[in-house]
């Protein structure tokens, strides 16, 4: 209750943006979770998270320090938010997604003015075993404001910090890392869609979206960089987007196991799962990805991704053109 009440006053007090104030409705108050949930959203995540709230929170609130970490690594549009819900259906299993916009410990693409695109600021967003300059102990507490202490596992989600497994593996003991991989051609047009509809806004100079040559190049370094890193990962796993729609069971078994989990609860391929803005069962869309990419796309992503294509063994769309 004190998290609620607290959070339920700083909606007014802290700000007086439209953007940052939780509307609560009636039955809200009946629901104090529903209500400290949506608080959090509003006020602890960028862009609208509050600077001062932070400030207070963080004198209150003890850092992390779960018995193991998880962090999934994957580029944008690969299956990283289905691999998050899979896995934190485990009861030892607390989630957070896209911790970097809950802390000011970490910098996002989006804030550098590039959206679902960090391969353009790689030396801006890299950290490496070594770095320094950021402060973990804040970081930790921003996050142990969203992460659920009566569980022994806690599991992180940023795309960006694919660029960070060495610094994360140095500052975060006990940590498990797993890469999901999904067809490029699918991550490209996926990149640009979600983009082109996002609430960042890309650069000028592209108008609405990204060129898919852009966003085959971002699929490329993420996966360089990951696998190049990896070298020095001690608990490191890779698994495919298509995989684990073909056996999404056997999948998630496989890395709770990796993990050094038991068997989780009973889900079998017809369960439906919330991923954004849809609910569904767990089926390989790159299909639809590929009917959206013209052959001038598919031509382009290859220019740019032959050999990353290649190195992962998809097939060659163009040869089919």
Not at 28 to 55: C, E, M, N, W
Not at 119 to 146: G, Y
Request: some cysteine; proline content about 4%; charged content about 25%.
């Amino acid at each position: 209750m004190v998290w609620y009440w607290v959070l339920l006053s700083s909606s007014r007090v802290f700000s007086s943006n439209k953007e940052l104030k939780v509307n609560l409705k009636a039955k809200d108050l009946v629901h104090p979770y529903k209500t400290i949930q949506l608080a959090k959203s509003r006020l602890l995540t960028k862009p609208t998270r509050s600077l001062l709230l932070t400030s207070f929170l963080r004198r209150f609130v003890q850092p992390c320090k779960p018995e193991k970490w998880v962090f999934i690594m994957g580029c944008y549009n690969s299956g990283t938010t289905l691999l998050e819900r899979m896995l934190v259906t485990h009861p030892a299993i607390s989630a957070l997604d896209e911790g970097v916009f809950k802390t000011d410990q970490l910098i996002t693409p989006e804030e550098l003015g590039w959206p679902r695109m960090w391969c353009q600021v790689v030396d801006q967003v890299r950290l490496t075993a070594s770095d320094k300059d950021v402060d973990v102990e804040k970081l930790r507490r921003d996050w142990a404001v969203f992460f659920d202490r009566r569980r022994s596992i806690f599991l992180e989600k940023s795309i960006v910090n694919s660029a960070r497994m060495p610094w994360l593996q140095a500052n975060f003991k006990n940590s498990y890392f797993i890469f999901i991989v999904r067809n490029g051609y699918a991550v490209a047009e996926g990149i640009r869609r979600k983009t082109a509809a996002g609430k960042w806004l890309i650069p000028t100079q592209f108008g609405g979206s990204y060129p898919i040559e852009l966003c085959a190049k971002q699929w490329v370094v993420n996966n360089e960089i990951v696998e190049c890193d990896s070298v020095g990962i001690e608990n490191f796993r890779t698994i495919r987007y298509e995989e684990i729609c073909k056996a999404p069971r056997k999948s998630v078994e496989e890395l709770w196991e990796f993990i050094g989990l038991q068997e989780g609860p009973n889900w079998s391929k017809d369960t439906k799962w919330q991923i954004q803005e849809k609910h569904s069962q767990i089926a390989n869309m790159n299909y639809r990805s590929f009917k959206n990419l013209s052959s001038e796309d598919i031509v382009g992503i290859e220019n740019v991704a032959a050999k990353t294509l290649e190195h992962y063994g998809y097939p060659v769309l163009s040869k089919g053109i």
